[in-house]
């Protein structure tokens, strides 16, 4: 649960550049020149499937460790 918990806080997006995911910062995704934000790293969904935790539990947890 806490793996899957990390990897929603923290996902990665998919870098081209490099052929990779990585984290990206604020002013990187906000950047006018890009035409659309890079694609999660990691699909939210299939981490769902994979935890076997309902979604209302997820959401809970991600709320609540949010900050």
Known sequence: ????LGKFLYN???DNSIKEGRQMTYKELTNP???SKPKFY???KKLLDQ????PK?????LHENML
Do not use: G, P, Q, V
């Open 1 to 4: 649960m806490f793996h899957a």
């Open 12 to 14: 990665k997006r998919w």
């Open 33 to 35: 020149r890009l035409k």
């Open 42 to 44: 990691e699909n939210h």
């Open 51 to 54: 935890s076997h935790l309902e």
């Open 57 to 61: 539990t997820m959401s809970m947890y």
